[in-house]
């Protein structure tokens, strides 16, 4: 299942329809026919297919509670809650950085036979929505593999541990009128500095 209106650009989520979900716990719809609260769980083994589905360094934790009840045509509404404990690579140091994840969501469940095209998306309007769609097979959804795709969303894409940052670096090229100004005033380019490290 593939949320259709945010993209986890920095972790791969791949389609069920290339892979068996690690993270699989599914409802049969007919079970909904009233309000149900389901919390779902991720073992020692699925949380450590995930730990490598996602390129994670650890993840301990993962447990999911979804508030469901069934809307018009064949759509499932549900309220969700992540918690998550996860350690990702520090993209500077590559050392451990801890991540608690508490955060709530919205999903749509929606029949995969009633889900638009790609072209017919309206992605404009897509980020106007609070809920998420998420595809199903009209039979039975499953909660493990949309906890699995919210934990995705949630990670942070770029995780830096504490004190680890480039803050003597400047983040914008300077133009050549800048560095014209500058050497004319007899102050040292952070690039000229760097240039005259490298050739050491």
Do not use: W
């Amino acid at each position: 299942m593939m949320s259709s209106k945010k993209l986890a650009d920095h972790h791969e989520i791949v389609s069920p329809k290339q892979i068996t979900p690690e993270f699989s716990r599914r409802v049969p719809l007919a079970k909904l026919g009233r309000p149900l609260e389901e919390k779902v769980e991720a073992n020692k083994e699925e949380r450590e297919a995930l730990r490598e589905r996602f390129g994670l360094l650890s993840l301990s934790q993962l447990v999911c509670v979804f508030y469901l009840q069934r809307g018009q045509d064949g759509i499932v509404l549900a309220d969700g809650r992540l918690q998550a404990k996860a350690e990702q690579a520090c993209i500077i140091t590559g050392e451990a950085v801890e991540e608690a994840i508490n955060e709530a969501f919205q999903l749509r469940f929606i029949p995969e036979s009633d889900m638009p095209d790609d072209d017919e998306i309206d992605l404009e309007s897509l980020l106007q929505e609070d809920a998420d769609d998420v595809p199903y097979d009209g039979r039975m959804i499953d909660l493990g593999e949309a906890a699995a795709e919210q934990l995705a969303l949630c990670l942070t894409p770029y995780p830096r541990r504490d004190g680890a940052g480039l803050e003597s670096f400047v983040d914008v090229t300077p133009s050549d009128d800048e560095l014209e100004v500058g050497a004319k005033e007899g102050k040292k380019s952070p690039f000229t500095i760097l240039k005259k490290l490298q050739e050491k």
